[in-house]
């Protein structure tokens, strides 16, 4: 098994950029690809974007593409999110899960091992 814990998470105004990391624990992350999703107050948790095993790949969701980029440092087990031109709709718990099949996944039913979450408040 593998444990994940984010951090990063802040609050930070409009236009502003943050950087969420998720650092593995228990096993190597490049055994996972990655994803990252989030949460919004009474919505439904939803894929953010998501890298490979080599992070030679990645996807991200339409409303992020351009402006949040997935990276990951298999030598210090850890997952990046680079997150610039916040909007306020930006704001919800930020989550990183970890996918033992192979390929990207963009659902949450694809990965197996997920981290506690970590808020991101974008003030407009």
């Known amino acids: 098994q593998v444990q994940l814990v984010e951090s990063g998470g802040g609050l930070v105004q409009a236009g502003g950029s943050l950087r969420l990391s998720c650092a593995a624990s228990g096993r190597t992350l490049s055994y996972y690809s990655m994803g990252w999703f989030r949460q919004a107050p009474g919505k439904e948790r939803e894929f953010v974007g998501a890298i490979s095993w080599s992070g030679g790949g990645t996807r991200y969701a339409d409303s992020v593409k351009g402006r949040f980029t997935i990276s990951r440092d298999n030598a210090k087990n850890t997952v990046y999110l680079q997150m610039s031109s916040l909007k306020s709709e930006d704001t919800a718990v930020y989550y990183c899960?970890?996918?033992?099949?192979?390929?990207?996944?963009?659902?949450?039913?694809?990965?197996?091992?997920w981290g506690q979450g970590t808020q991101v408040t974008v003030s407009s």
């Open positions: 899960a970890a996918r033992t099949s192979y390929g990207l996944g963009l659902d949450v039913r694809d990965y197996d091992y």
